[in-house]
């Protein structure tokens, strides 16, 4: 009997799994669509959604007041550890790295990520203009509108730009990985000690957590798409 043939190996740089670049556009135009439908029913205050916000933020906030050890840790985390200029400072020593490298496109890439983001969090901010959870004997106060919330937004586009450099620069899987843990603690937590303090509604956080992300998976896929026709045109 002959023996059944073997499959062909593969051509030397044919792709064994589909390419990053077109799963990251889908990601970031999906949660974008989410964002707009969270959006949307923000702006109309929606009841079931505004009845899961309230109730959250309430059986949050009695904690809050009763552990008063407790939640000043959770604004040391919030206010210092995790708050947006902490972020912000993060990514300014990444962008210096790589003026150090005179890797000019990229530093130009993370910053102008990093300040659009800012830009369109302030700009929904003033557009909604939804009010903060108000209380009688609150734990801390915040400024501004509470729609997206500016921590998780912030937090999340530090965090996906840090680890998409990782990446790019071909780091170790286990740095990789440790990286990875480390920015979904922190993207995560910063949107628990949020509402733990009692500034922000869930869908607030859900919210910055939501275009945060859409934001890094569409700028990390355009600069892919641009550097590879830049590099066919040289």
Do not use: N
């Not at 990053?20 to 929606?46: E, K």
């Not at 916000?53 to 995790?82: M, Y």
């Not at 730009?161 to 286990?174: F, P």
């Amino acid at each position: 009997m002959h023996a059944p043939p073997r499959p062909s190996p593969a051509l030397p740089g044919s792709p064994s799994r589909p390419p990053a670049r077109p799963v990251a556009i889908r990601t970031g135009l999906v949660l974008a669509a989410v964002f707009c439908v969270l959006l949307a029913l923000v702006a109309s205050a929606w009841e079931p959604l505004v009845s899961l916000d309230r109730q959250i933020a309430d059986g949050l906030h009695p904690v809050a007041v009763e552990h008063p050890g407790w939640t000043r840790c959770v604004r040391v985390l919030s206010d210092r550890l995790w708050d947006p200029w902490t972020m912000r400072a993060a990514l300014a020593v990444a962008v210096l790295w790589l003026m150090r490298r005179r890797d000019w496109l990229l530093c130009a890439w993370i910053a102008g990520t990093s300040a659009l983001g800012t830009a369109l969090q302030q700009g929904l901010k003033a557009a909604v203009g939804r009010a903060r959870p108000s209380w009688p004997d609150p734990v801390v106060t915040a400024h501004y509108a509470a729609f997206p919330s500016g921590h998780a937004l912030t937090a999340t586009v530090t965090c996906g730009l840090l680890v998409w450099l990782l990446r790019r620069h071909g780091v170790r899987a286990a740095v990789l990985r440790a990286a990875a843990a480390v920015a979904a603690v922190s993207v995560l937590g910063v949107g628990f000690t949020r509402l733990y303090l009692g500034v922000h509604w869930l869908s607030d956080v859900v919210g910055g957590w939501v275009l945060g992300g859409a934001l890094v998976a569409v700028s990390a896929a355009l600069f892919e798409t641009l550097t590879d026709r830049r590099a066919d045109e040289g």
